[in-house]
C-alpha cells in the first residue's frame, strides 16, 4: 500500500515537471527561434574574439561548436518533418542542458584563473530561470553539470574543483532562493494578467449580451403599450 502511494505521488510529481516544462517551451517558442539564432553565431564567433584574451586561455571550439548544433533545433523545429517535430523536447532538454549548464561549467573547469566563468555561470543560470520554473531549471543544471564534470574527467583523467567556485558554494542557496522569489513573482503578475483579461473579457460579454437583450425588451414593451391602447377596458363593463 505505501509502495502504491509512493509510485503514484512520484508519477504525479514527475508529471506536473513534465507539464510544466513543455508548457514553458510552448509559451516560449517564438522567443527560443531568437535565443537559437542568436548562440549558434554567437558561440563560435566568441571563440575568435577572445583567442589572444587570457579569459579564455583553454578553449575547445569543438565544444562550441556543438552548442551551435544544437541551437539550429530552435530555428528548424518549423521545417523539420513532423515524426521528428515529436522529439523537439527531448532535444530542446539535451540543448538548454548544454549551451548553459555544461558550457559554463566546462569552461570554468579549463580556465581555473578566472572568476569571469563563475560570473557567466551565474549569468546561465538566471537565462535559465527566464524560461523555466525553478525546479526544472534545477533539474536541468545538475544533469549539465555533472555531465561537464564527467567530460572533463573523461578527457583530462582528474578533475580539480576552482578555489574560487569552492569559495563561493555558501552564496549557492542565496541564488536558489533568489530564482524562488522570482519564480513566485513571475506567477503573481500572470495571475493578475489573466484576472484583468478574463475580468475585461467578461465585462464586453455582459455589455454585449445586455446591448441585444435591449432590443427585444424594448420592441416587446412597445407591442405590450400598443395592445394596452387598443384593449378596451374590461373593468369598466363589469367583467
Known amino acids: 500500500m505505501l509502495a502504491t502511494c509512493s509510485y503514484k505521488l512520484i508519477k504525479s510529481v514527475f508529471v506536473a515537471i513534465c507539464n510544466d516544462y513543455q508548457s514553458a517551451l510552448d509559451v516560449n517558442e517564438k522567443s527560443l527561434t531568437y535565443v537559437g539564432w542568436f548562440i549558434a553565431f554567437y558561440l563560435p564567433a566568441l571563440h575568435f574574439f577572445m583567442q589572444d584574451s587570457s579569459v579564455t586561455s583553454n578553449d575547445s571550439l569543438a565544444v562550441r561548436l556543438v552548442g551551435s548544433f544544437l541551437c539550429l533545433g530552435f530555428i528548424l523545429k518549423n521545417y523539420c518533418p513532423r515524426n521528428l517535430q515529436s522529439f523537439y523536447h527531448i532535444w530542446a532538454y539535451i540543448t538548454f542542458s548544454y549551451i548553459f549548464p555544461f558550457f559554463g561549467f566546462y569552461m570554468m573547469l579549463l580556465n581555473h584563473e578566472h572568476n569571469v566563468w563563475l560570473i557567466t555561470m551565474v549569468t546561465h543560470y538566471f537565462y535559465t530561470k527566464l524560461i523555466f520554473d525553478w525546479i526544472n531549471t534545477l533539474i536541468l543544471w545538475f ?8 567530460y572533463y574527467m573523461l578527457m583530462h583523467h582528474s578533475l580539480t574543483l576552482p578555489q574560487s567556485l569552492l569559495e563561493s558554494l555558501p552564496l549557492l542557496p542565496a541564488v536558489i532562493f533568489a530564482s524562488i522569489m ?11 494578467r489573466i484576472y484583468t483579461a478574463v475580468t475585461s473579457n467578461l465585462k464586453s460579454q455582459a ?10 425588451l424594448a420592441q416587446i414593451h412597445g407591442s405590450l403599450q400598443l395592445v394596452q391602447l387598443q384593449t378596451p377596458d374590461l373593468n369598466s363593463n363589469g367583467y
Open 207 to 216: 455589455g454585449s449580451i445586455a446591448h441585444e437583450m435591449r432590443n427585444p
Open 182 to 192: 522570482f519564480d513566485n513573482a513571475r506567477k503573481i503578475v500572470t495571475q493578475k
Open 143 to 150: 544533469v549539465g553539470v555533472c555531465a561537464a564534470m564527467s
